[in-house]
């Protein structure tokens, strides 16, 4: 029966067309045959990368519209080099926007997902949004982007699982014609006519590991927690903070990983401060186990450290009630808002970045009550940009 | 059933032999561990662990296996934050809700198991993905709400004991489960338990009621995923992927501790100590700096060998003896 | 020697290939289920205002059951000699770096990359099935043992995607004739060779007599320890061609490919909604691929309506349930039967 299935099938399908493929032309950018090679952990430090995104922090942002009057980042962008758009101008509305996401399998997803479909809904010129959710599986998303060749997307937005990986099907949706929107992890190509990112990891690193190393003592101990090793992002964070403690006088006792489990970062903590009997300053590459450290610290009764979070509620709110000495390096969830506005900017032709760089704010002592939201989730990113934003607070509650 | 008697603690020695070679290490691999405070952080640690082991015990005894405590724990931590959204004042009902919620996940397995005759992997499998999804269906694809300082007390609290000093709320409420799941064992239900998951036949005929004992081997392993659930809640705050891989830890554990998968043999002590040796195992190659990359192919090749030395040691007089279940009747 | 050894209160039959009457048999179940799914699917993406079955939807379902179906065909045979495999994922991930490090973008390397990547593949099929048979480890727990092992080696070892495939390897995960993918004709053929396997040969035979019964298929002089090896080399060589196939499709190895998806238990899951028993000695790769095309079209449908991703968690886990529910049912009325 399978046999007969086959040949069928076969026969069937070489009478409806003949061969072809979907495979991109060959010749575009950067095919992945660069790509790296088994990738050490050091390689994941770029000198020159790393020196760009210090200088990032204090470049000045140029709001695209001309509007400083308020606070908005996500609609500015660092140093930009702008490229014309005119080819891909399609004035009078109607757009039908596509959004192939990488997952939205984690709060920070969740809260930056809500934050693009409220965004969506400021613009009545998007007369349709569809999206698809590749379920952070790497096939499923080149399967996604592949079937919004065929629905008539104005814009295709793309958020990749991972980076190399999804190179291929991102060309070959360039090649369709359609302009292609890169944002959070990038894509080695060129291709999309905008990628759009916060500064990037070095620059989350070093803002943590640079407080640790004004705030601990020389010779104090730190401990590193990561979630898990291997995603580029957090392996840039732990490359320039591991750049900024070998430079300075603090001795790190260890780098750890805690898979993004609370349980598990309490009993590593734990273990760490009684192998060690104090420990100065805790690093994160995350800030959503954070609270879990801190409590490790309270829980043994001993005295709490500088640290490093990340801007979660949990986190911000026990930061204020245990006056904690702490930073919150952010990446940032308002950057969801804005590949919807390059989507428009694009379509009216209007000049938008090559590279988008958006600002990447920290949360410090002395902003910290800007972005502490009491009636928000535990798990609730602050820097989302959407407290302004009409439908605030119901869909992110 | 009185002339069929099996060995309750078959099996339980060398487990506890492991568990007091990592014991031992431990005290020359970390100075905390050189008084009993260190011990007693690692108990609590290790308490959710060791009661989902119970749990799961009770189920792989029978002959079942219970895939859904992991996803189970995640949801009633969810289930928790979003009910008691802070305020102490409902602590006491969610936590009545909580295990009955336990006890119902753990009736819906054990019936579809039993009534429905689909195999309980493929059922808590369902079970699974169900509850991963509903749950966060139900929140809006993230936990909201938050714990409240009383209902955490369990898992990060301590009370003054004479004698005892400070003993973790978590390391009591172990040794309660632990105490009566041991009288449970040891009773006339326990050991038919233990007989339906060696020879289900020989039970029926003898007039045993096979079915409920195994859905009670499901409400047992629901409702203390549930306590473990309240357990890990408390120790670590609200998470999305508090019980992530955890039924899988608790079925290694159970095999740790000697436990027959298919059921028929195998001590609730030797469970909880395989839990507690896991854990133990954890701490150890945390402490020496053992890359956490690798810890899981320790976990991998410790369970192998776990279960081979079942096999080849213990299992040897059972060689002759028919694992299967002799051919039903017409 | 089978993983669930529930045993249900029916005589379990090995059911042999012939004496088939016409029935509803869980292979024929499979696929009216399938119809009636790409029926009631069509229907609501239409009434949504869009197409389930154009070009690009066919795509869609056939290339989502590319790799889940390699998967899935070779867990059957595994499922039906009553073992189980729950390294598959992880030896997914493995193949694919083993199969892009080792082309490392050369168009000459891509025989021996394929190679090395089944041989490795091959290699940890071979461990699975010794550790069973030879240590006596419950499959369950040995495929989990082994996936560890993988796991701590990839985790160990690399960082995130590695290696790289020729151009003109990639051809096999982009190539398509009309809405067909070649690779899932390709896939189809690999079916179609373990059906055959399965269903005609002696080798084959023996897989389902040992998952019906062990004792007696020792007893009437199958040599239960070489099938069961057999069955889990053949296992872990399908999911090795996934790893491959998958390597082809994005460019490079990729070490969480395999468990990203979640290619052990959705494999499982296709496994038993085809009407393979778990406990063994029931089932074969055509039902199998039923189950394959239900999940990849419930996923496309699903899709195409835009449904939240957790929602689709939930009908998963009910249609598994039911379905093999149902199975139960079926086997407990025509047990008494006959």
């Known amino acids: 029966m399978n046999r007969k299935l086959a040949v069928v099938a076969f026969a069937g399908a070489l009478a409806l067309a003949g061969c072809s493929s979907d495979l991109p032309d060959s010749g575009s950018a950067g095919t992945s045959t660069t790509s790296k090679q088994n990738a050490a952990k050091s390689e994941f430090f770029d000198q020159a990368e790393y020196e760009r995104q210090l200088k990032f922090r204090s470049a000045k942002a140029v709001d695209l519209d001309g509007d400083n009057s308020q606070f908005k980042p996500w609609q500015q962008a660092l140093d930009p080099k702008m490229v014309d758009t005119a080819k891909y101008a399609k004035p009078g509305g109607g757009y039908h926007l596509c959004f192939s996401n990488a997952s939205v399998d984690n709060p920070w997803r969740q809260v930056g997902w809500k934050t693009m479909q409220e965004e969506v809904k400021l613009h009545p010129e998007i007369t349709k949004f569809s999206t698809l959710d590749a379920e952070a599986k790497d096939d499923k998303q080149i399967s996604d982007i592949q079937s919004f060749a065929s629905q008539g997307c104005s814009a295709l937005i793309v958020s990749p699982n991972t980076t190399a990986t999804l190179t291929p099907a991102v060309e070959a949706a360039c090649k369709t014609g359609v302009p292609v929107i890169v944002f959070d992890r990038g894509v080695k190509t060129n291709c999309p006519v905008t990628f759009i990112h916060p500064i990037g990891g070095f620059a989350f690193g070093a803002d943590g590991a640079e407080f640790l190393k004004e705030k601990v003592p020389s010779g104090g101990k730190v401990l590193a927690l990561r979630i898990l090793p291997g995603v580029d992002v957090l392996e840039q964070r732990w490359a320039a903070a591991n750049e900024i403690f070998a430079g300075s006088g603090l001795k790190v006792v260890g780098v750890e990983f805690t898979d993004g489990d609370a349980a598990k970062t309490k009993s590593i903590v734990n273990d760490y401060i009684q192998r060690e009997g104090k420990i100065d300053g805790v690093w994160m590459d995350a800030g959503a186990t954070a609270v879990a450290a801190v409590e490790a610290f309270q829980d043994a009764g001993t005295a709490l450290p500088a640290i490093v979070g990340e801007d979660q509620q949990d986190f911000l709110r026990m930061w204020a009630k245990e006056k904690l000495t702490a930073v919150a390096p952010t990446y940032p969830t308002y950057q969801w808002r804005t590949p919807v506005i390059a989507a428009l900017r694009i379509l009216q032709g209007k000049q938008v970045p090559q590279e988008w760089v958006l600002p990447q704010p920290k949360v410090t002592q002395e902003t910290l009550q800007n972005y502490i939201k009491d009636e928000m989730p535990p798990l609730h990113y602050a820097m989302c940009g959407c407290d302004q934003m009409p439908g605030y607070p119901q869909p992110w509650k | 059933m009185t002339r069929w008697r099996p060995r309750l603690a078959d099996g339980t020695a060398p487990v506890l032999v492991v568990l007091v070679v990592l014991l031992v290490a431990l005290a020359f691999a970390g100075p905390a561990y050189s008084e009993p405070a260190g011990y007693l952080a690692l108990l609590k640690r290790a308490a959710p662990l060791v009661i989902l082991a119970i749990g799961q015990y009770f189920v792989v005894v029978s002959g079942g296996f219970d895939l859904s405590v992991g996803s189970l724990v995640t949801a009633e931590v969810v289930i928790a934050a979003r009910l008691i959204s802070g305020d102490d004042g409902n602590t006491a009902w969610v936590i009545a809700l909580l295990l009955g919620f336990g006890v119902l996940v753990g009736l819906v397995n054990g019936l579809i198991t039993t009534k429905l005759l689909v195999p309980s992997f493929i059922v808590t499998l369902g079970m699974l993905l169900v509850l991963d999804g509903a749950v966060f269906l139900w929140t809006g694809g993230a936990p909201r709400g938050a714990l409240s300082p009383s209902f955490r007390v369990f898992g990060r609290g301590s009370v003054d004991l004479p004698l005892l000093g400070a003993v973790p709320w978590s390391v009591l409420i172990l040794l309660a489960v632990l105490v009566a799941a041991v009288l449970f064992m040891r009773s006339g239900t326990g050991r038919t338990l233990l007989a339906v998951g060696d020879n289900e036949n020989a039970v029926r005929l003898a007039g045993g009621r096979v079915e409920r004992l195994r859905l009670l081997a499901f409400v047992l392993s629901g409702v203390l995923a549930a306590l473990a659930a309240i357990l890990l809640a408390g120790f670590a705050g609200v998470s999305a992927q508090v019980g992530q891989g955890l039924e899988f830890r608790a079925i290694t554990a159970v095999v740790l501790g000697g436990v027959l998968l298919g059921g028929g043999r195998g001590s609730v002590v030797a469970a909880a100590a395989g839990a507690l040796s896991l854990e133990a195992l954890f701490s150890l190659l945390n402490l020496v700096g053992v890359s956490g990359a690798l810890e899981s192919a320790v976990q991998g090749v410790i369970i192998i060998a776990a279960v081979a030395y079942a096999a080849h040691g213990a299992g040897l007089r059972q060689r002759f003896r028919p694992r299967k279940a002799a051919p039903s009747l017409p | ?338």
């Open chain 3, 1 to 338: 020697m089978s993983v669930v050894q529930e045993k249900v209160p029916v005589a379990r039959r090995a059911q042999p290939a012939g004496g088939r009457r016409f029935a509803f048999t869980p292979t024929v179940t499979v696929y009216l289920a399938l119809a009636a799914l790409l029926v009631v699917g069509s229907v609501l993406v239409a009434v949504d205002g869009g197409v389930l079955l154009d070009q690009g939807g066919i795509l869609n379902i056939l290339t989502r059951s590319t790799v889940l179906g390699l998967v899935a065909v070779g867990q059957t045979m595994v499922i039906v000699t009553g073992s189980l495999d729950l390294s598959v994922a992880y030896l997914i991930g493995l193949c694919s770096l083993v199969a892009a490090e080792t082309m490392a973008g050369q168009g000459s390397m891509v025989f021996p990359g394929v190679a090395l990547a089944l041989a490795v593949a091959a290699a940890v099929g071979l461990v699975n099935g010794l550790v069973i048979t030879v240590l006596k480890a419950n499959a369950f727990i040995a495929t989990l043992g082994v996936a560890l092992i993988l796991r701590g080696w990839l985790e160990h070892n690399y960082t995130g995607p590695a290696g790289s495939v020729p151009r003109s390897f990639q051809h096999l995960g982009y190539d398509r004739i009309g809405p067909v993918p070649v690779a899932a004709l390709l896939m189809l053929l690999i079916a179609a060779g373990a059906w055959w396997y399965m269903r005609r040969t002696r080798p084959g035979y023996h897989m389902y007599a040992v998952g019906g019964d062990i004792e007696v298929a020792r007893l009437s002089g199958v040599r239960t320890s070489r099938t069961i090896v057999t069955a889990h080399v053949l296992c872990a060589l399908m999911a090795g061609l996934a790893g491959v196939f998958l390597a082809s499709r994005l460019g490079s190895g990729a070490p969480y490919v395999g468990t990203d998806a979640g290619y052990d238990l959705e494999s499982i899951a296709a496994v038993v909604l085809g009407g393979a028993a778990l406990a063994g000695g029931r089932g074969g790769v055509v039902g199998t691929l039923g189950g394959v095309l239900i999940l990849a079209t419930l996923d496309t449908i699903f899709d195409d309506l835009a449904v939240d991703p957790f929602f689709k968690d939930v009908v998963r886990g009910v249609v598994l349930i039911v379905a093999v529910a149902l199975y139960a049912r079926r086997k407990l009325t025509s047990g008494r039967a006959s």
